[in-house]
């Protein structure tokens, strides 16, 4: 395998903060994107749901895309449908989800062993990022975000009601880690959408407490798994990545805000149909 293909996929276009990361670290992969923006989100829909869904868009990766690796950029589809989606391609595909790479990360960072998980609240109420934590040793509390995901699809990343949205949400989690006897040092940011929001929780945590990015630490892991395969580091040598971009509903709203999750210009959408 020389210039392997890495399928994307989230729920609607906050993924694209996986995919930068991912273009960092691999920059002369080809990579295929889908955002299944007309059934966004995900996060508050059933795990049935979610598992039919995530499986489409992973077997169009696999079956019209022809990826050897999926990365499921999506908190909820990871926590709720990893099984569902290896199920629905080959074994021969390497599935990474979000939810264990961040729980290592946390485990890292941790030196009190307590972290804290914000999230959608399909994400949350699986406990997912609960039970991957717990089986790296750590406990984990975790709280549902879920004005978070609007706000930044709205584009308020600097707006003041985003602001105040996240300090009541910080305010409430810290009371509850505290009742709870907890000393969190961690705090992991569980959702597509928050890493846009990573300078505003910085400001309002205390400093000593480090932020997880899930999106960089599943890119870790995709780099780890192509040494293992190619048998050395995937070159980083400058270059456009060769990308690919797939959604299901406004091509047009896709490459106007998916460049700020991407951070380069998002163009040449193609509109796809996954079935019902
Ligand atoms: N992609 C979702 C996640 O990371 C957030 C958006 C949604 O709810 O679909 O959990």
Redesign the pocket.
């Given at each position: 395998m020389t210039t392997p293909t890495i399928g994307v996929f989230?729920?609607?276009f906050?993924?694209l903060t996986v995919l930068r990361a991912l273009v960092t670290r691999a920059p002369q992969a080809r990579y295929a994107f889908i955002g299944?923006t007309a059934?966004?989100?995900?996060?508050?829909?059933s795990r049935r749901t979610i598992a039919r869904y995530a499986a489409q868009s992973a077997r169009f990766l696999v079956e019209q895309q022809h990826a050897e690796y999926l990365v499921i950029?999506?908190?909820?589809?990871?926590?709720l449908a990893l099984d569902a989606i290896k199920e629905a391609v080959p074994a021969s595909v390497s599935v990474i989800g979000?939810i264990e790479p961040g729980a290592e990360a946390a485990r890292r960072a941790s030196m009190t062993g307590d972290v804290l998980v914000i999230?959608?609240?399909?994400?949350v109420q699986s406990h997912a990022y609960a039970a991957a934590c717990r089986a790296q040793g750590l406990r984990a509390l975790e709280k549902a975000c879920p004005l978070l995901?609007p706000l930044v699809e709205e584009g308020w990343i600097d707006h003041p009601v985003t602001a105040e949205v996240i300090r009541i949400y910080l305010d409430e989690l810290l009371a509850e880690a505290a009742a709870a006897g907890l000393n969190p040092d961690v705090l992991v940011l569980?959702?597509?959408?928050?890493p846009l929001l990573k300078p505003v929780f910085r400001q309002m945590i205390p400093a000593s407490m480090l932020i997880i990015d899930s999106a960089e630490s599943a890119a870790d892991k995709l780099v780890m798994y192509l040494c293992y395969d190619l048998g050395t580091p995937p070159p980083v040598a400058p270059g456009d990545p060769v990308m690919k971009f797939f959604a299901t509903d406004s091509v047009e709203k896709f490459e106007r805000l998916g460049s700020r999750f991407l951070e380069r210009p998002v163009g040449n959408v193609e509109l796809v149909d996954l079935g019902g």
């Open positions: 989230d729920s609607g906050g993924g299944d059934r966004l989100p995900y996060g508050s829909k950029a999506c908190n909820t589809a990871s926590a979000v999230a959608t609240d399909a994400t995901v569980g959702c597509t959408h928050y």
